[in-house]
């Protein structure tokens, strides 16, 4: 048993050493490393986040409020724009019939012009070939006439040749 306490003995002294060991190592270690001051720093970067954190939710929710009145008065929007693009539509349905009218106005008054030219110019085809047609006549008349009556011809030259000397140049 004696051994045994002497074990005891000797396991306590080792762990007390090495315990004091230990200890004067950490202590050494705080100090050359300067936990303290590193922790203080880490503290206030971990400060300074939540100051810029929270100074990020206050523009986020200020961000927020500007999109939700927006969004409010975005119906508004809508139906004012609407509105308006109707109005332009009714213009410009107004402009189109306006310019349509004017249209229909000219395109039937050149219409017209060009029916009295076609018409003018078939009248004149008329007249041309009912006088070509006169002039025909007339010479089969008077050639006939001249078969049947032979002295005619010498009536119808005198009076011409009497006709020329009468006539002052």
């Known amino acids: 048993m004696e051994i045994f306490n002497s074990f005891i003995d000797y396991i306590a002294r080792t762990n007390l050493f090495n315990f004091i060991i230990f200890a004067s190592i950490i202590v050494f270690l705080v100090c050359k490393l300067n936990v303290k001051s590193k922790l203080e720093n880490a503290v206030l ?3 300074n986040s939540i100051k810029e954190s929270e100074e990020t939710k206050v523009e986020s929710e200020k961000k927020l409020s500007s999109i939700e009145e927006s969004m409010n ?4 929007e809508v139906d004012l724009i609407l509105k308006q693009s109707e109005d332009n539509a009714k213009l410009v349905g107004e402009k189109i019939a306006e310019d349509t009218d004017k249209s229909l106005v000219v395109l039937k ?4 012009k060009v029916i009295e030219y076609n018409s003018n110019i078939l009248k004149n085809d008329i007249i041309r070939r009912a006088s070509l047609a006169s002039v025909e006549v007339a010479k089969a008349h008077i050639i006939e006439e001249l ?3 032979p002295d005619l011809h010498e009536h119808l030259i005198d009076e011409s040749v009497n006709a020329l000397e009468g006539a002052e140049i």
């Open 73 to 76: 008065h975005l119906s508004e």
């Open 147 to 149: 078969k049947h009556n």
């Open 45 to 47: 970067d971990v400060d």
């Open 109 to 112: 008054e050149n219409t017209q």
